[in-house]
């Protein structure tokens, strides 16, 4: 099981280039989320989706965009890459519904810099 | 709505000395609550969740945690700090009822441990 896969690990962008962050995951979760971590901020929800087809805004949505058209793969889209988006971003998934279950896989992390 | 107060956001202990790491929570509903580790440079791992029942419960590594309903606490403890626990700990919540899997997050608390 490879569990929740993200590319790339690292990516450097210029100011209003655009970009997509990959997640997949081989678990068969119907619960995928996007969150970005920052110092002494914690980890703060983007976006997230129940199911193909359904996505939510999380806490912090204002220049991301997501898709949600398998149960495999959740992509994160930077639509104009700003400096405030510089981050490191974690995909997430679970099972959803029972509580029990409802334990988040995270992937590794991609770290985003943003000139 | 649900958020999480983590008191301290650096703390260090000896190696053996007792570890707490602080956690209070605010939720509209009942809640489940979730401690997280992060080693350097990689994903969240799940250390231990509470959902139902028993109010202490024992984690991976030694480590445990006691809800407390009538404190909105969930302090996470361990009696004898290891080298390899230095990480940050994150507190989790989010609401015990069908369909709401946000997890919300608390800022986190770097642990150093000094030999």
């Known amino acids: 099981n490879a569990g929740v896969t993200q590319t790339p690990k690292f990516q450097v962008l210029k100011t209003g280039q655009s970009m997509t962050l990959q997640c997949a995951q081989d678990?068969?979760?119907?619960?995928m989320s996007w969150y970005r971590q920052d110092p002494g901020m914690g980890l703060r929800l983007i976006h997230y989706s129940v199911g193909a087809g359904i996505t939510d805004q999380g806490e912090v949505p204002n220049g991301y965009n997501v898709s949600r058209s398998t149960t495999e793969d959740f992509p994160l889209r930077l639509l104009s890459a700003a400096p405030s988006q510089t981050s490191v971003y974690f995909c997430?998934?679970?099972?959803?519904?029972?509580?029990?279950?409802?334990?988040?896989?995270f992937g590794a992390g991609s770290r985003l810099t943003v000139l | 709505a649900q958020s999480v107060t983590q008191l301290g956001s650096h703390v260090s202990v000896s190696e053996g000395a007792l570890v707490l790491l602080r956690c209070n929570y605010s939720?509209?509903?009942?809640?489940?609550l979730f401690w997280y580790v992060q080693y350097p440079n990689q994903g969240l791992q799940l250390l231990l969740k509470y959902t139902t029942g028993a109010t202490l419960v024992k984690g991976i590594n030694g480590f445990e945690a006691e809800f407390k309903k009538s404190e909105t606490s969930f302090h996470l403890t361990k009696p004898s700090a290891h080298m390899s626990d230095a990480a940050e700990y994150f507190c989790a919540v989010r609401g015990a009822n069908f369909g709401n899997e946000k997890l919300t997050f608390g800022t986190g608390t770097r642990l150093t441990i000094i030999p």
């Open positions: 678990m068969n979760h119907e619960y």
């Open positions: 939720s509209s509903v009942p809640p489940y």
């Open positions: 997430a998934s679970s099972y959803s519904g029972s509580a029990g279950a409802n334990v988040l896989t």
